[in-house]
């Protein structure tokens, strides 16, 4: 499938119910380019927030990213840490899987094409998901219907070992007040096990689907050598990942501008990649270093239209 065009409007189906909860409903909105093929793949959107905050909403513009990548986008929720501790959230994301894939029919989706793609601790659970997807069933997961399984992951600024990020967390975080702290119900060092399992770095697989991995070297709530780690964790076992070091980048850069509060906006660079367009960074292949090019969203519609739209 090549580049769609603006010919193809983008449909939206909003507020589809795909799990029920204690805590409420989880619904998802699809964005679905009007294709000419019968049947387009779908990516997953995950939202950032520190796994406390934000909503499906909190997205780049994903009918742009529909019309450009031939893909529908669904824009996920998942119950946050302070309604559920985690694995909660991991299972939340899987159940999304599982709907899209058998309604795969309702939707006019290739069921053979699921991706996620995520940022911050969107991009954490994108990649958790993608990690897990070859296992049928997760320790209490509620739901088992269905193939829960990524062809590809595209994450930006996720955290990957969660032990390790919240000791290098801003001064004055607090170790029971991190993020990290409120998905687990504890500090990682007092919730080791946990920690691990939360941890993608723990997960990796050399049957991992392909992975982008893209981060900010001027990010400091969550350092660029965790996507360094993962990257190279990924190679080392085999499986296909690129990493993009985007030069001086902060935090939040994926996200539409205008949604944070003034404290924030001082580490975040929400809204720069959309006004400034393609980035200078540095792209890995392999572990070591990479060559000089830039990263844009198109990059992220490229990759997903090589890994799910390029099907005989």
């Known amino acids: 499938m090549g580049h769609m065009s603006d010919d193809f409007p983008v449909s939206v189906e ?24 019968e049947r387009v793949p779908v990516v997953l959107w995950l939202h950032g927030g520190g796994w406390f905050a934000g909503d499906r ?14 893909c529908a986008v669904a824009s996920v929720e998942y119950r946050l840490s302070g309604q559920a501790l985690f694995p909660a959230q991991l299972h939340d994301v899987r159940a999304a899987i599982r709907f899209l894939r058998t309604h795969a029919d309702v939707y006019r989706l290739d069921p053979r094409g699921v991706g996620a793609w995520g940022s911050s601790a969107g991009g954490h659970l994108a990649a958790l998901a993608g990690l897990t997807g070859h296992l049928d069933v997760l320790p209490g997961e509620e739901e ?32 029971a ?39 900010g070297t001027g990010d400091t709530l969550v350092s660029h050598h965790q996507s360094e780690r993962l990257h190279d964790a990924l190679v080392a076992a085999g499986a296909s990942s690129e990493l993009y070091l985007v030069e ?38 392999q572990q070591g270093p990479g060559e000089r090019t830039t990263f844009g969203f198109e990059d992220i519609d490229a990759f997903f239209r090589r890994h799910l739209a390029a099907r005989p």
Do not use: C, K
């Open 248 to 285: 001086g980048y902060r935090h939040g850069f994926l996200n539409p501008a205008g949604r944070l509060d003034v404290d924030l906006a001082r580490v975040m660079d929400d809204g720069r990649l959309r006004s400034e367009g393609p980035a200078p960074a540095e792209h890995r292949a």
């Open 144 to 175: 088992t219907e269905g193939d829960p399984s990524l062809q590809a992951v595209a994450e930006s600024y996720g955290p990957v070992d969660l032990a390790a990020e919240a000791q290098t967390a801003l001064p004055g975080a607090g170790g």
């Open 57 to 70: 909403t909190l997205a780049p513009d994903l009918a742009e990213r529909a019309r450009s990548s031939g």
């Open 14 to 37: 909003a507020d589809l119910f795909f799990a029920r909860r204690d805590t409420g409903e989880l619904r998802l909105d699809l964005y679905r380019p009007t294709s000419p093929d």
């Open 177 to 215: 007040h991190t993020p990290e702290a409120r998905l687990l119900g504890g500090p990682p060092a007092q919730r080791p096990e946990a920690a691990r399992q939360a941890s993608p770095l723990s997960w990796v697989v050399p049957e991992a689907p392909p992975f982008q991995i893209s981060h």
